[in-house]
């Protein structure tokens, strides 16, 4: 949100720098986020002076270009060269004196400075507006007025306008401070707190009054809990035109175009005070009445950005006899709106359900100034003030005549809220003992009325515009933010208490994981848990009836909650391989969502590799991350959590090419592979792309559940023997490996494969394997006998169960 500095001094007299502002309003909660400068006109005509041409003549080698003399009334007259047609002696021009930066089109600056032109020397430049920023021409230089004194500042002629923004980081319950208004009700305690007193300066709206009863429309509510409260007026005989530069500039300044002097006076006014108002065309109006209702879903209407929305049955809509004119709280339609033409006005300024406006807003995706204060809630109580007020700038700035009643319809006023606020729970909740006068100082400062004090507390009532504070909690937030957070002492005396946390704690194991993945050259990734419901069509797993839908999405890409980790992770890699980031390893801990009649949430550990597993150095080769490499980072992680005795078996989903399901005691850990081409081409990937998914929370318990055993390490050396075998391709590693341990449990240690030998010179269908086993007696030596013995065993084994040959 931002918020003028400017504009903000005019309801409140403010002695502090907007540095100091700005850090006061940050402790009352308002976060500032940052400070930014405004100028009305870039450079803000800074070193741009009026200048008296004094003499003209011909330029002695140039047909085009004059050579003026000028005085700027500060001495000697200097003299200035000027190729524009419309130059003469006698004319008040403005001129950009030596030294002066001027702006191009593109915003570039560029200094002006003493040079010769075509052997002329020139000391300055007489401005088009263009040149100035003050407007779009360059047919000639601009002729000032003949009574203005050289040497004036051209910045006091054209009103313009510094001011600094501040830029405000306003958090959703904080409804009271969507405006200049609210702003400055806050600065105002602020200020009262730390000892200066200052008034809050609202606008007058004291000379408001009907000047005829002609044009009279009559407003009906259908359904009072929806708009609460309506008030409406009629305008008759405005003048549609171009707003006065200083209403331009104060919305240019929070960044809002301007388009005319009615509308520019709605949207000013609702930054003023948080009302948003409307105006309508009161001579497109037909049948004379305004009537406020819901309609049939599927009424068709087009909004003031020409598209045709469909209306749901629950939109509140702004109606007159025959067609709706505008979605209430939220957009008006483009038939009814202010153009040029206008000439009478049928100003709305309304109270409308939050939820309602909210509702709507999220339904046709719509997020206008007037839905973000309608849906978190404004002020009941200045419907009719900020009419006023609106009104009286119409008729200054527009004209017209006041030509009806306001028209105000609220049968149920929304009254104040009480709240019973106890000393004890102030000093407990605060830590720190405030004395009751400065307590009653703050709530008085916030408009909170004390309406009755005992011995243990107060009575309290609470405005309708304070929509966040409900309850006693709420005003004790309210007392101390105000008190100020840093003036809260600190007591020289902490209780802590320990408590005993196992080391299978979720976070602990996440830590530990997180960091050993990051060791091995992993990004961790953070993807949103909303989605789009288009991914449900990429693979069988995923399930319609089982999708977690919002009631109210922001957006049909955000519709749903994921149920699978694999698709948000791939618009990442398709993100960076995008911006040329081809080698990538990602990780990301996050949930899954799942509707089995019970809604279902599910921790998962995803990985993602793409590319090469490695950067190119003078000192390593580059290498592909595949498959094999992706198995070892996931039995890395299993083997960190102290998971052993796991079994593999091809994976069964459609989303692997190719890949392997990883379980213990029947207990499916994990899954991971190859992901199929035709998905990621819908990602516009074109690399293959690695996938792994933990199933974190199965992982977790596993963990805990491993038992283990620590034994000495033995001083007996172990010894190493190899086979080269001549296999069937068909035979994996992993038979080779059962059969070895089954053959021998207690001296062999490990069996690794360290070659694989595919092609000339082998039997069609064959394959060699070199594979080492590692052979260790814990109690003594081993002898030659004995590993022969093994090793015998163990080819006729490999030969009876896998048909293996030695080579």
Known sequence: MKISYNWLRQFIKINRSPEETGELLTDLGLEVEGIHEFQSVKGSLKGIVVGEVLTCEQHPNADRLKVTTVNLGNGEPVQIVCGAPN??????????????????????????????????????????????????????????????????????????????????????????????????????????????????????????????RSRKIPVKITNAELAPRYCGVTISGVEIKESPKWLQNRLKSIGITPKNNVVDITNYVMHELGQPLHAFDADRITGNEIIVKTLDSGTKFTTLDEIERELHEEDLMICDAEKPLAIAGVFGGIGSGVTSGTTNLFIESAYFNPVTVRKTAKRHGLNTDASFRYERGIDPNITEYALKRAVLLIQELAGGSVSSDIDDHYPKKIEDFPVFLTFEKINTLIGQNLSKETIKSILASLEIRVNNVTETGMGLTIPPYRVDVKREADVIEEILRVYGYNNIEFGEKINASVAN????????????????????????????????????????????????????????????????????????????????????????????????????????????????????????????????????????????????????SPVKNDIFSEGISITHNKTRLVDFGVVKKKILKKFDIGQEVLYADFNWDLVVETSKNQQHKFREISKFQAVRRDFALLLDNSVKFEEIHEIAFRTEKDLLKEVNLFDVYEGANLPEGKKSYAVSFILQDEKKTLTDKQIDKIMNKLQQNLEKQLGAELR
């Not at 004036?152 to 980081?169: H, S, W």
């Open 87 to 212: 130059v003469a002696a006698g004319q008040k021009v403005p001129v950009a004196t030596v030294g002066t930066t001027l702006y191009d089109e593109k915003g570039s600056p560029w200094e002006i400075k003493k040079s010769k032109i075509r052997g002329e020397s020139s000391h300055g430049m007489i401005c088009a507006e263009d040149e100035l920023g003050l407007g779009q021409s360059h047919d000639g230089i601009m002729i000032l007025d003949e009574d203005l004194e050289p040497g004036t500042p051209a910045a006091k002629l054209f009103e313009i306008e510094d001011d600094l923004v501040f830029e405000i980081g306003l958090t959703p319950n904080r409804a009271d401070a969507m405006s200049h208004w609210g702003v400055a009700r806050d600065l105002k305690a602020g200020l009262q707190q730390q000892g200066e007193n200052q008034e809050l300066i609202t606008p007058s709206v004291s000379s408001f009054h009907v000047d005829s």
């Open 501 to 648: 946390s196992t080391r299978f704690e979720d976070y602990k194991l996440q830590n530990l994981i997180a960091g050993q993945l990051v060791g091995q050259g992993f990004f961790e990734s953070m993807a949103n848990s909303l989605t789009t419901p288009a991914y449900m069509g990429l693979s069988d797993q995923l399930k319609e009836e089982h999708a977690v839908k919002m009631l109210n999405p922001l957006s049909q890409e955000l519709s749903v909650l994921r149920q699978s980790m694999l698709f948000s992770g791939l618009e990442a890699v398709s993100y960076n391989l995008n911006r040329k980031r081809a080698d990538l390893k990602f990780f990301e801990f996050g949930k899954t969502y799942h509707n089995y009649g019970n809604r279902e949430e599910q921790k998962h550990l995803s990985i993602f590799l793409s590319g090469n597993r490695n950067r190119e150095t003078w000192a390593n080769k580059v290498q592909k991350g595949d498959f094999f490499y992706l198995k070892g980072v996931v039995t890395s992680v299993l083997e960190r959590l102290g998971i052993s005795s796991i079994k593999t």
